[in-house]
């Protein structure tokens, strides 16, 4: 008889690692991946970045403030989760349900009573790896998610426009977080969002904003297209995660898997030519090579700790993007002025 309380993570190195089922009792693939953030598990859930991965927090406690509706989509976007302690009770004076019902009623599947850190410490002396959340009695085979275009499965399917008082803005949406569409609400602007491979050159606006997204920026040949057309014609581009990457193959640069990637919200990163370091935000499993950058472009931002590309800029054309999320939601906000900037572009 099959126990439906009993789970496995099977990764592909072989290692297989025991644990408590919570929220959906089914089988699920995908890369694995860790996130060291301390809090912020509603938005790092509902991150489209997040589609077709298996989601392991490193903080000890999860779910102990329940399910406040702070969503960066309208349904968990995550593959599966994995957790040391899973929470079933909860404070918080906004939440509306506990972790544990959350993820029942959204079907996704979640593994507690793991050692998160030896699990998260391997993942980063063998590199993010596939794997499968196997409920017992059940099996499923490997499957890797990059191999597909996942920015098509979470961008919006038709163009929606969100009226404003100030310039208009098209954000193309690779698997848009909603705070990046707030932060451009809150500055006054009209937002065109459209599909990712969307012709937005036929539209009238007065800049683009490419957003963050899930997977390999290589399978967006179309928003990369495109893109290379609004370069072409000098309207005031801003790249966020996916669409910095995106930005750099339109502009003629390389892009490269890291070996585990940057989740969390402390990743230091340095303004190229002064002495700030901003703490940022960040989910992304591929980086821009900031050597293959051609002339006329510059790196803007480096990571502190692995000295990856963490932005660039066009030294006289309106053109910028960061690897980082300024919207941050959660994480902190050192960099929320870079909006204050592509508004500025616009002028």
Known sequence: MRNSNIACLVLQDGTSLHGRLAGSAKSVAGEVVFNTGMVGYTEALTDPSYRGQILVLTYPLVGNYGVPPHFE?????AAALVVSEL????????????????????????????????????????????????????????EDPNERNLVADVSVRER????GSGKTVVLVDCGCKESILTELRARGLTVIRVPWDY???QEDFDAVLVSN???????????????????????????ICLGHQ????????????????????NQPCREEG??????TS???????????????????????NDGSNEGMRHRTRPFMSVQFHPEAAPGPVDSARLFDEFVSMMR
């Open 213 to 239: 997204g899930p997977g390999d920026p290589a399978a967006c040949a179309a928003t990369v297209d495109n893109v290379r057309r609004a370069l072409a014609a000098s309207r005031p581009v801003f790249g």
């Open 87 to 142: 929470a079933s009770e909860y404070s918080h004076a906004a939440a509306q349900k506990s972790l544990p019902q959350w993820l029942q009623e959204q079907g996704i599947p979640c593994l507690s009573g793991i050692d998160t850190r030896a699990l998260t410490k391997r993942l980063r002396h063998a590199g993010v790896m596939l794997g499968r959340l196997v409920v017992e009695g059940e099996d499923i085979a490997l």
């Open 160 to 163: 929606v426009v969100y009226p």
């Open 73 to 77: 989509s309208e349904k968990i976007q």
């Open 246 to 265: 995106l930005l750099a193959l339109a502009a003629g640069a390389r892009t490269y898997k890291l070996k585990f990637g940057h989740r969390g919200h």
């Open 199 to 201: 012709d937005f050159l």
């Open 274 to 279: 002064t002495e700030r370091c901003y703490i």
């Open 282 to 304: 960040q989910n992304h499993g591929y980086a821009v090579d900031a050597d293959t950058l051609p002339l006329g472009w510059e790196a803007w931002f480096t990571n502190a």
